[in-house]
């Protein structure tokens, strides 16, 4: 049995062509899995469907080697993810969304207080904590959404574009937490568009273009940039695409 | 049961903090007083536009007046902000983005949503308790004296009809699952008022749950028990249609 996160073949495509298409991914305990690609590859919907926001049209998405479908809902408690908007509600305080979504993750009324504490210092909201959320700027929202998705110390993490609206000190403090979680045995998947972001945290890296997984790169290659975009040419011209 | 007290928990705090309800909840106490003031005004002055669409409420006075008018006004006023704060409540997730923060949680979807329900629950009967307050207040404000035995029956039944037109907006929290946001919910709102005053007007809806809560709260003897039994079918189809739409919810469209 495959722990962590695991696709195997699926399949989505929406009405105009557009989703992912026999798609094979493993997220392995211990190990930060970059996906890269153009936009409209595919990597979203590729995390939607890992995390049960659509369901495949074939193929199978195991978590801890149970497929989803017979996956029990308190197996989630091992899992954090922010997929294109972070969970921070604009009427609440940064820590009541914090209070909010440590309760969700399965974490009882005692516990979450100090798991709150400890993700605000993690993400450094310390001078946010009673603002409202619709108060914050988009990066310490993104900040907020991190932080939920990391206090309850999942096994598996799932992060769309995290870094996209950080500034420079988030991206810091992001990195290191992904570090952490990895060390301590995390799977996480990232997605991003950024290159050079990439090679700094990844262990391995999928590159998906249009919908399919054409290739890995080498997260310790001085030109990522080009190796990213030759696969891409080379995949376009080889699909009539370029 | 924890994943239930969670979902319970947390939708309890957003509707708390939420303006959207605060809001709305105010504009409606404030809407129905002023109205229901402003058409005891206008009977006492003798205005014959109105007194001639008021029907037998004019030969009303004092509390049975009041609340006689207030229970008109409700009947067509509480269904579409009622309505507004129940789209808000079940479509809120669709409108901001937030709907991906609550799947692969340990807490499941059916659950969120009936958190949801019991919420918006909650906040009817506060609204329904909150306006019978204020319209008492309206009544000792305007001179009427202490209501009398039938006067207490027509504020329960005021009461009643808050909290029994907020059961049969149900079928609002399916239109806004359904439709990913707040506007079907809310145009589900309009529509339901529109089909309710066309089947009052017609003199056909004692059958029609969304509409017998009114007729009743109007006119007692005009709704039989058969007819007012029929009315918890549409909150409990509906808030079933709703919990299984959320368990089923993918992130398609």
Redesign the interface.
Known sequence: MTTGLVAEGVTRV?RGGAGVRRVDLVVRPGEIHALVGLNGAGKTTLM?LL?????PAAGEIRLDGIPLAALP?????G?G????????????TAR?NL???A????L??SRAPAAVDAAIRELALEPYTEVRARRLSAGNRQRV?LA?ALQHRPRVL?LDEPTSTLDPAGVLLLRDALRRSSAAGGAVLVSSHHLDEVARIADRITVLNAGRVIGTLDPGDSELERAFFDQVLADDRAEGRA | M??LR??L??EA??AV???VLRWTTGLLLASIVALTSGILAAKELGDPQLTAKLGPIVALDGWPALLAIAAQITAAGVMPALGIGLSWIVGREFA???I?????????RWAIALGKLVVYLVWTVVVAITLCAVLLALGLLLGLGGPGPSDWQALTRELSLTILVGLVAMPIAWAATLGRGLLPGIATAIGLLVISQVMAFTGSGAWFPVVTPALWAIDPDAVTLPQLALIPSVPLVFGALTLLAWHRL???R
């Open positions: 929406f939607k995390l049960g926001m659509l369901r809902a308190s197996a989630w408690a899992v993810q922010v997929i294109e908007h972070p969970l921070a509600y604009g009427d609440l009541q209070l909010l979504g309760r969700l993750h399965g009882s009324a959404g939920s799932v | 924890s994943t969670a979902a928990t947390t705090r957003k903090t939420s303006r901001d983005g937030t991906t923060g609550l799947f692969a949680l340990p807490v499941p993918q992130l398609d």
